[in-house]
C-alpha cells in the first residue's frame, strides 16, 4: 500500500475514472498538486493547465496560473 501523494494520485485518479468530477477542475487541481510533490513537472503542468482551462474564477485562475510559473 503506499502513502503520501502516490497514494493521493491513485485516490484522484480513480474518481476522474469514474468521470463525474472530470470537468471540475478542483480534481485536476489536486492531481497537479500529488504530481508536483512526485516531482513530475511535465504531468503537473498538463494537470494545472486543465484545471486551468475549467476555471473561470479569478483567483483560481491567478492562483494556477501562478502554480504554473513556478514548475521548473
Do not use: W
Amino acid at each position: 500500500m503506499c502513502d503520501g501523494p502516490e497514494a493521493g494520485l491513485t485516490q484522484i485518479d480513480a474518481v476522474l475514472e469514474h468521470g463525474e468530477l472530470a470537468n471540475y477542475y478542483l480534481a485536476h487541481s489536486a492531481r497537479a498538486d500529488m504530481y508536483r510533490r512526485l516531482g513530475r513537472t511535465a504531468e503537473a503542468r498538463s494537470s494545472y493547465e486543465r484545471a486551468l482551462a475549467l476555471t473561470q474564477q479569478e483567483p483560481e485562475r491567478h492562483f494556477l496560473q501562478e502554480r504554473i510559473r513556478q514548475l521548473k
